[in-house]
Protein backbone atom coordinates (compact mmCIF):
# COMPACT_ATOMS: atom_id res chain seq x y z
CA UNK A 1 0.00 0.00 0.00
CA UNK A 2 2.72 2.60 0.86
CA UNK A 3 4.79 1.38 -2.63
CA UNK A 4 1.43 2.54 -4.70
CA UNK A 5 1.01 5.59 -2.53
CA UNK A 6 4.62 6.69 -3.05
CA UNK A 7 4.14 6.06 -6.66
CA UNK A 8 1.36 7.91 -7.03
CA UNK A 9 2.92 10.76 -5.66
CA UNK A 10 5.94 10.15 -7.80
CA UNK A 11 4.11 10.29 -10.85
CA UNK A 12 3.07 14.06 -9.50
CA UNK A 13 6.01 15.19 -8.24
CA UNK A 14 8.64 13.00 -10.41
CA UNK A 15 11.05 12.26 -7.73
CA UNK A 16 14.96 12.11 -9.15
CA UNK A 17 16.08 9.15 -9.50
CA UNK A 18 19.23 8.05 -6.99
CA UNK A 19 21.75 5.29 -7.67
CA UNK A 20 24.66 4.32 -5.16
CA UNK A 21 26.94 0.86 -4.76
CA UNK A 22 25.15 1.32 -1.65
CA UNK A 23 27.20 3.40 1.01
CA UNK A 24 26.14 1.63 4.23
CA UNK A 25 28.59 0.37 3.90
CA UNK A 26 27.78 -2.96 3.60
CA UNK A 27 31.60 -3.92 3.60
CA UNK A 28 31.28 -6.21 0.85
CA UNK A 29 34.23 -5.36 -1.78
CA UNK A 30 35.89 -7.42 -4.27
CA UNK A 31 38.02 -6.37 -7.00
CA UNK A 32 36.91 -9.34 -9.35
CA UNK A 33 34.30 -7.74 -11.03
CA UNK A 34 37.03 -5.37 -12.38
CA UNK A 35 39.61 -7.58 -13.08
CA UNK A 36 36.85 -9.73 -15.20
CA UNK A 37 35.70 -5.81 -16.74
CA UNK A 38 39.35 -6.05 -17.75
CA UNK A 39 39.39 -9.55 -19.14
CA UNK A 40 35.97 -8.46 -21.25
CA UNK A 41 38.03 -5.48 -22.53
CA UNK A 42 40.85 -7.50 -23.66
CA UNK A 43 38.49 -10.05 -25.56
CA UNK A 44 36.50 -7.17 -26.87
CA UNK A 45 40.06 -6.49 -28.41
CA UNK A 46 40.89 -9.28 -29.46
CA UNK A 47 37.40 -9.87 -31.65
CA UNK A 48 37.76 -6.67 -33.13
CA UNK A 49 41.26 -6.66 -34.40
CA UNK A 50 39.58 -9.72 -35.97
CA UNK A 51 36.91 -7.93 -37.55
CA UNK A 52 39.74 -5.47 -39.02
CA UNK A 53 40.61 -8.63 -41.07
CA UNK A 54 37.53 -8.69 -43.48
CA UNK A 55 37.57 -5.12 -44.35
CA UNK A 56 35.12 -4.41 -46.15
CA UNK A 57 32.61 -5.29 -43.62
CA UNK A 58 29.22 -6.21 -44.17
CA UNK A 59 26.25 -4.94 -42.84
CA UNK A 60 26.43 -7.72 -40.17
CA UNK A 61 30.19 -7.41 -39.63
CA UNK A 62 29.60 -3.67 -39.29
CA UNK A 63 26.31 -4.25 -36.04
CA UNK A 64 29.23 -6.69 -34.60
CA UNK A 65 31.54 -3.81 -34.71
CA UNK A 66 29.40 -1.54 -32.88
CA UNK A 67 28.04 -3.49 -29.95
CA UNK A 68 32.27 -4.70 -29.48
CA UNK A 69 32.67 -0.62 -29.13
CA UNK A 70 30.09 -0.58 -27.23
CA UNK A 71 30.64 -3.31 -24.73
CA UNK A 72 34.27 -2.12 -24.40
CA UNK A 73 33.11 1.11 -23.81
CA UNK A 74 30.97 -0.22 -20.95
CA UNK A 75 33.51 -2.43 -19.36
CA UNK A 76 35.97 0.10 -19.25
CA UNK A 77 33.66 2.27 -17.31
CA UNK A 78 32.97 -0.42 -14.89
CA UNK A 79 36.21 -0.99 -14.11
CA UNK A 80 36.76 2.69 -12.97
CA UNK A 81 33.69 2.53 -11.52
CA UNK A 82 33.73 -0.65 -9.42
CA UNK A 83 38.02 0.27 -8.56
CA UNK A 84 36.25 3.46 -7.67
CA UNK A 85 34.50 2.29 -4.96
CA UNK A 86 37.13 0.16 -3.45
CA UNK A 87 39.25 2.80 -3.28
CA UNK A 88 36.95 5.50 -1.58
CA UNK A 89 34.81 3.09 0.41
CA UNK A 90 37.31 0.79 1.83
CA UNK A 91 40.78 2.10 1.40
CA UNK A 92 41.65 4.40 4.38
CA UNK A 93 44.40 5.56 6.27
CA UNK A 94 46.17 2.35 7.52
CA UNK A 95 45.91 0.57 3.76
CA UNK A 96 47.79 3.66 2.33
CA UNK A 97 50.57 3.48 5.08
CA UNK A 98 51.21 -0.25 4.13
CA UNK A 99 50.55 0.44 0.56
CA UNK A 100 52.26 4.00 -0.08
CA UNK A 101 51.66 2.96 -4.05
CA UNK A 102 47.68 3.00 -3.82
CA UNK A 103 47.03 6.76 -4.92
CA UNK A 104 49.19 6.75 -7.99
CA UNK A 105 48.30 3.09 -8.70
CA UNK A 106 44.52 3.85 -8.69
CA UNK A 107 45.23 7.23 -11.12
CA UNK A 108 46.82 4.94 -13.04
CA UNK A 109 44.02 2.47 -13.18
CA UNK A 110 42.08 5.12 -14.18
CA UNK A 111 43.68 6.69 -16.75
CA UNK A 112 44.43 3.26 -18.82
CA UNK A 113 40.73 2.46 -18.63
CA UNK A 114 40.47 5.90 -20.79
CA UNK A 115 43.05 4.95 -22.96
CA UNK A 116 41.81 1.39 -23.25
CA UNK A 117 38.43 2.61 -24.14
CA UNK A 118 40.08 4.89 -26.60
CA UNK A 119 41.51 2.49 -28.32
CA UNK A 120 41.60 -1.12 -29.96
CA UNK A 121 45.41 -1.77 -28.67
CA UNK A 122 45.66 -5.02 -26.56
CA UNK A 123 49.14 -3.78 -25.00
CA UNK A 124 47.14 -1.19 -23.54
CA UNK A 125 44.22 -3.48 -22.14
CA UNK A 126 47.15 -5.81 -20.91
CA UNK A 127 48.83 -3.06 -18.94
CA UNK A 128 45.49 -2.43 -17.43
CA UNK A 129 45.13 -6.16 -16.24
CA UNK A 130 48.52 -5.95 -14.80
CA UNK A 131 47.48 -2.60 -12.58
CA UNK A 132 44.38 -3.89 -11.95
CA UNK A 133 46.11 -7.73 -10.52
CA UNK A 134 48.29 -5.61 -8.63
CA UNK A 135 45.31 -3.53 -6.85
CA UNK A 136 43.62 -6.76 -6.30
CA UNK A 137 47.15 -8.25 -4.92
CA UNK A 138 47.12 -5.54 -2.57
CA UNK A 139 43.25 -5.10 -1.44
CA UNK A 140 43.89 -9.43 -0.32
CA UNK A 141 46.86 -8.43 1.25
CA UNK A 142 45.57 -5.46 3.20
CA UNK A 143 42.67 -7.90 4.39
CA UNK A 144 45.15 -10.17 5.58
CA UNK A 145 44.56 -12.83 2.65
CA UNK A 146 47.17 -14.51 0.80
CA UNK A 147 47.19 -14.42 -3.18
CA UNK A 148 48.17 -16.74 -5.80
CA UNK A 149 48.29 -16.31 -9.85
CA UNK A 150 46.44 -18.26 -12.08
CA UNK A 151 45.14 -18.11 -15.80
CA UNK A 152 41.45 -17.77 -16.32
CA UNK A 153 39.96 -20.76 -18.07
CA UNK A 154 38.17 -19.05 -21.15
CA UNK A 155 39.39 -16.42 -23.71
CA UNK A 156 41.67 -14.35 -23.40
CA UNK A 157 43.44 -16.78 -21.22
CA UNK A 158 44.85 -14.31 -18.84
CA UNK A 159 46.36 -14.46 -15.62
CA UNK A 160 44.29 -13.22 -12.54
CA UNK A 161 45.45 -12.51 -9.40
CA UNK A 162 42.90 -14.43 -6.44
CA UNK A 163 42.18 -14.85 -2.62
CA UNK A 164 44.07 -18.07 -1.12
CA UNK A 165 40.60 -19.00 0.12
CA UNK A 166 40.56 -21.65 3.55
Known amino acids: MLYHLIEKLDSKVNFGTVAAHCDIPC ?12 LTMIRLVDLLNELQEKVPLNLEQQAQFLRLVAQKELHGS ?4 EIAVIWGDYIKEP ?19 SK ?3 SVDKEITLS ?6 RFAEIFWLSKGQATFVAQCPYPPEQSLVYPVLN
Open 116 to 118: AKQ
Open 27 to 38: KIYDPISAQIAV
Open 95 to 113: QLENYPELHRLVHNIMMDS
Open 78 to 81: KVKE
Open 128 to 133: LLAKVN
